[in-house]
Structures are given as C-alpha cells and as structure tokens.
C-alpha cells in the first residue's frame, strides 16, 4: 500500500535510522519520471515508488495508542495490539489484525483485514461482549470504527492497484518538497470519490491524505508524523492524525514502537484467532 489501510499500507510507512526528524532536504527528483505534460504516467509513477519503498518486511508488530478528541477538546484514550503480514503475493493485500487491550469496555475487540487488489477486501469485527465474529460487508467499510474517525476501509492497505493516479502539482510541505498526486478509488463501495495525497520527493512517505466524500467535499485530512527508520529499510510514522472537518473530531494514532521479523505466519490472520487475540 500501498496500508493502514490492514489500511492501513494506509499504515506501512517508513524512517530514518537515528530516529530524529530531519533538517530542510534539499529537493531532487526521482531519475525517471514522466514530466508534467502527462499528468497520469507521473501520478503512476511516483505511487509506484512509493510502493515499491515498502516492500520485503515480512511480519510486523507494534503497540498503538488511538486518541479520540471530541469538538470540545476532550480526550480518551485506547490501547491496541496491531500485527501486519506482508503477502508475498503481487497480485494481492496484506493482512493485518487490530485488538483493543484497554479500557475494559471495548477490551477484547478486533478487527482481521485481508486486502485485495481486484476484489472487495475482507474484514472480520470480533466483539467480546456477544462472543461473535461479524463480517464487515463491502456496502459498510465506509462506516467509522469503533467511534473514531478512521472508517473500516481506511484500515484496509492502500495497494497500489486499487486506484488510478494523476500529478497535479509539485510543492513545499513543511521542510521537504511533496508531490501532489490525486488518486480515485478503482474499488466500489468507497466513501470517498478521490483523496489528495502528498507524498515527499525525499524517501517517497506519505506526509498527508486529504480525502473527499461522494459529493466531492473535504471530509478527513490525515496527517503523517514522526517517521522513524527501521532496519535501514522501512519507514514506518510514529503517529497519525486523522481531523474530521465536518464534526470537528479528531482520531490521533500513536506507535510506541515497531518489531520485524517476529515469525507471524498467516495462522495468526484468521477469523478463529480473532476470539484468541484477546
């Protein structure tokens, strides 16, 4: 995922080794790429860099905080157990799991997601208090998640194939330089008919996502912060912040740390270890 997409690819991203933010980067663009003059192939292009910057890390796990801030300022706070399996299929998603360890209201919790290219993805919602798996119908992934501002197909990874692509602009985005690239979901049941995505000329990361709703109004801005690098390789950004502009809402991910390499296999992303999960 390109996810948290599971998004997450819309939450596979990368980093620097030392693990500091970096100083003004000097803009160079990629060797290669098609030049303005046909928006489309550059669009393409740079996604597919992106891509393929997170490719070969396996397995992987991480603690995750979800911060919910309502209008008023108020907060509260969630603990999760997030695990990703990299498919070595190219012509399909990654999986991903998410459990909820904290508060005991929502402990137990747990969303499986299979991404696909093709086809509709698949997810799975265990919920502890009924004892039952349900499975998240394509006509519902546009729905919020567990009340935060992130939908369920947000957390589905962002491969490359499931949208088309057109360059619109390149410019400043805080102390780097991004490409601006418009992509429109090639998936049906989306809730959104297009997102505006940044993406730096420097490592090729995500830096922020403006996503549109069906009538083509600004809904969500995700934010990308904090990027750490992991074993010289893989980028992955310490904390999300996804803003609802219409609710005035915001949902912040925050990782404490990622491992790799852990020896998760596909066992570990079925719908029977949704209920051991907890």
């Given at each position: 995922m390109n996810h948290i997409s599971g998004y997450v690819r819309f939450l596979a991203l990368g980093f620097l080794a030392a693990a500091l933010l970096r100083g003004p980067a000097v803009w160079a663009e990629a060797p290669g790429l098609p030049g303005a003059n046909d928006a489309a192939a550059r669009g393409l292009?740079?996604?597919k860099i992106?891509?393929?910057?997170?490719?070969?890390w396996g397995d992987a796990r991480a603690d995750m905080k979800m911060v919910l801030t309502n209008a008023s300022g108020e907060t509260s706070q969630r603990e999760l157990d997030f695990m990703m399996l990299e498919n070595p299929d190219p012509n399909d998603g990654n999986w991903s799991l998410m459990t909820f360890d904290r508060p005991r209201d929502i402990e137990g919790t747990a969303l499986l997601t299979y991404s696909h290219i093709k086809d509709a993805d698949d997810q799975w919602l265990y919920l502890p208090t009924i004892k039952r798996v349900k499975r998240i119908s394509s006509s519902n992934r546009a729905g919020p998640f567990v009340g935060?501002?992130?939908?369920?197909?947000?957390?589905?990874?962002?491969?490359?194939?499931?949208?088309?692509?057109?360059?619109?602009?390149?410019?400043?985005?805080?102390?780097?330089?991004?490409?601006?690239?418009?992509?429109?979901?090639?998936?049906?049941?989306?809730?959104?008919?297009?997102?505006?995505?940044?993406?730096?000329t420097t490592d090729y990361q995500f830096r922020k996502i403006d996503y549109y709703d069906r009538k083509n109004a600004l809904l969500k801005t995700l934010t990308f912060k904090a990027y750490k690098l992991y074993e010289d390789k893989y980028w992955r950004p310490l904390e999300l912040d996804m803003v609802n502009h219409g609710n005035g809402k915001t949902t912040a991910l925050i990782w404490t740390e990622y491992k790799f390499h852990t020896g998760l296999t596909r066992d570990d992303f079925t719908t029977a270890s949704l209920e051991r999960a907890r």
């Open positions: 292009a740079i996604a992106n891509d393929e910057r997170d490719k070969g935060s501002e992130f939908a369920f197909e947000d957390f589905s990874t962002q491969q490359l194939g499931k949208f088309s692509y057109n360059w619109l602009r390149d410019e400043p985005c805080a102390e780097l330089t991004c490409h601006v690239v418009e992509r429109t979901p090639r998936y049906e049941d989306s809730g959104y008919s297009r997102e505006l995505v940044w993406i730096d």
